[in-house]
């Protein structure tokens, strides 16, 4: 699977539970990441394996209750 469509996915699906934060480096230059999300281990394997069956388009994420539920 091509790794930059595989991170495009990832990000859609987990959109809404994007951690915001400020980190800055040692040059005191602020960056703001967009790569973490607050989630469940065991989702984010769900998830994984929902993309590699292609069968992700047919899922959402219910972040209130922390699972993936059918569209």
């Known amino acids: 699977m091509n790794p930059h469509k595989f991170e495009q996915i990832i ?4 959109n809404e539970v994007c951690i ?7 040059n005191g230059i602020a960056h703001k990441p967009k790569e973490w999300f ?13 993309i590699v069956s292609e069968k992700i388009l ?4 219910d ?5 993936i539920v059918r569209k």
């Not at 972040?63 to 699972?67: A, D, I, L, V």
């Open 11 to 14: 990000h859609t699906f987990f």
């Open 38 to 50: 607050s989630v469940p281990l065991d989702v984010v394997e769900q998830v994984v394996d929902l």
């Open 20 to 26: 915001e934060m400020e980190v800055h480096d040692n």
């Open 58 to 61: 047919e899922y959402k994420y």
């Open 63 to 67: 972040s209130k209750n922390q699972r």
